[in-house]
């Protein structure tokens, strides 16, 4: 089996920064894009950052210059840095990979639990 475990979240002033941390553990031959998504009260879950297994990312227009996405391949972990924080940025964080089990198996997407981020004064 596979978990996806995020953890970094909690409340931050506007303006400040929160790093976020998305471990796999499990069985993982090999892991491809991962997501970061959030849901925020009351609103559809959105697509904050994406980044492959070659380290290309993509950005959400509203978190472009003040989030960046990486990951450690070695770890099967990857992370959010948030910085500049806002109060419409308060939402409950979850990382999405697309990874394959083994060599013969499909690839398939797993979920963290997510992480809550405040902001706030």
């Known amino acids: 089996q596979v978990q996806l475990v995020e953890s970094g979240g909690g409340l931050v002033q506007p303006g400040g920064s929160l790093r976020l941390s998305c471990a796999a553990s499990g069985s ?12 925020a009260p009351g609103k559809q879950r959105e697509l904050v950052a994406t980044i492959d297994s070659g380290g290309r990312t993509n950005y959400a227009d509203s978190v472009k210059g003040r989030f960046t996405v990486s990951r450690d391949n070695a770890k099967n972990t ?44």
């Open 28 to 39: 993982i031959f090999s892991m491809y894009v991962t997501s970061w998504y959030r849901q």
């Open 78 to 121: 990857v992370y959010l840095q948030m910085n500049s924080l806002k109060p419409e940025d308060t939402a409950v964080y979850y990382c999405k990979a697309n990874l394959r089990q083994g060599i013969t198996r499909p690839r398939e997407d797993y979920w963290g639990q997510g992480t809550q981020v405040t902001v706030s004064s």
